[in-house]
């Protein structure tokens, strides 16, 4: 019994470092210009794990990156059901919103919206640094 209790606990650990590897090579393949080749990574991840909000939210920013808002869209509107991470696809929606000039009711600051545009876009690149994004 504790033998089976050990191998499960090995194979959840491995599948967890993949997910986080998995993560890591998108943001290489971002970072090196290789959009298509992330986002075929970030589709495998949610697929094999579809309550990564992260993932959904990484490949929001491809497709906006690429200028495919409805993708991007619908990415971060999935990645707004993930139990995991969610909340990041409310500052793609909010980016989004905030290209097309509309008022970003996703942004989970509402205080924001007296900030010029500009100052928004500074606050929201500012977040993706800080989390490593960018």
Known sequence: MN?????????????????????NQAKKAIDAEKY????SILKS???AKPSNGMASFI???VYLTQSIKDSARISYEKGLTASESARFNHIGLGQIDLDNNDIPFHLPQLSLLWLPKICVKKILKNMYISLGLI
């Open 45 to 47: 991840i949610l697929q």
């Open 36 to 39: 298509e080749e992330a986002k």
């Open 59 to 61: 490949l929001g920013n």
């Open 3 to 23: 033998k089976f209790k050990i191998f499960g606990l090995v194979l959840l650990t491995s599948v967890s470092v993949s997910q986080a590897q998995d993560i």
